[in-house]
């Protein structure tokens, strides 16, 4: 695809590659959204199971296709809420419920929709073990910060340069708390996510400020090449591929 990934927008950094504006990564998550909604709607739902920011491809207008379709299954059927399977997809962004335990739950996908959605606000992976102890798994690190507006200026993409509206990110912000609720019960649909998602745009708030990457002190947002650790390194795919 002609843009490549959202990981190469979000985190190659001093490369060739512009970072993404405000719109442009609500108009990402809005399209990767539509991808998963579409999924899940689909007769016999579908779903993802590996969905992160290197699956999330752009063409020449930004618009998000999702790629790599390995690893999606068919949901449950129609009396079970669940499906058995063997845990793959990619540490940092599979859910908790299905780590634990290998329950696949459709909205196990929304799960990892709220961890892009927090690369996207803060420009950080999802797993970097080259950050300091306490702040390797994103998610962990800074879900207290999603809800609390001073915390959340924070960790802020500081490569945005404060040209965003903050109200629009502390939507976002809680819309990621919501994908990224520990029961899956409780994560709105993607349907809901989509419809969330073209209300902050539509609000269209403007930024009341411009705070520069020095006036905002930003934290963890240091330097960092690491390549997310796959699930799959210790479970070929073919292997599961054939167990189910
Ligand atoms: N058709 C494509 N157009 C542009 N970039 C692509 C395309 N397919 C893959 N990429 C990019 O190439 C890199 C490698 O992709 P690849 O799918 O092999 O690994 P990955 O997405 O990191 O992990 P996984 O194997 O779990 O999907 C990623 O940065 C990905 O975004
Ligand atoms: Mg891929």
């Not at 930004?62 to 079970?80: E, I």
């Not at 892009?116 to 080259?130: C, K, N, Q, S, Y």
């Not at 539509?202 to 990457?213: D, G, I, M, Q, W």
């Amino acid at each position: 695809m002609q843009k490549g990934s959202l990981e190469n927008h979000l985190f190659r950094k001093g490369s060739v590659v512009q970072p993404l504006s405000w719109e442009m990564r609500l108009k990402i998550a809005i399209g990767a959204a539509k991808g998963l909604a579409f999924l899940h709607a689909s007769e016999k739902q579908v779903i993802y199971r590996d969905f992160k920011a290197s699956n999330i491809l752009l063409d020449a207008s930004y618009n998000a296709k999702l790629s790599d379709f390995g690893l999606a299954k068919l949901g449950p059927s129609a009396s079970q809420s669940h499906i058995t399977t063997r845990v793959m997809g990619t540490q940092g962004y599979a859910a908790p419920e299905y780590v634990a335990t290998g329950h696949l739950y459709v909205k196990s996908d929304n799960y990892g929709f709220g961890v892009v959605l927090a690369e996207i606000l803060t420009g950080l992976r999802a797993v970097d073990p080259l950050r300091p102890t306490g702040q390797q798994n994103l998610t962990d690190w800074i879900k207290p910060h999603l809800s609390e507006r001073r915390k959340l200026r924070r960790i802020m993409d500081p490569r945005l340069e404060g040209k965003y509206p903050f109200k629009s990110a502390f939507r976002v912000a809680q819309l990621a708390l919501k994908c990224l609720e520990p029961e899956q019960k409780n994560r709105p649909s993607m349907k809901e996510v989509v419809e969330a998602l073209e209300l902050v745009v539509a609000a269209n708030e403007k930024p009341l400020e411009r705070r520069t990457a020095r006036d905002s002190p930003s934290v963890g947002h240091q330097q960092s090449h690491y390549r997310r650790e796959h699930l799959t390194s210790f479970q070929p795919r073919q292997t599961v591929a054939r167990a189910h």
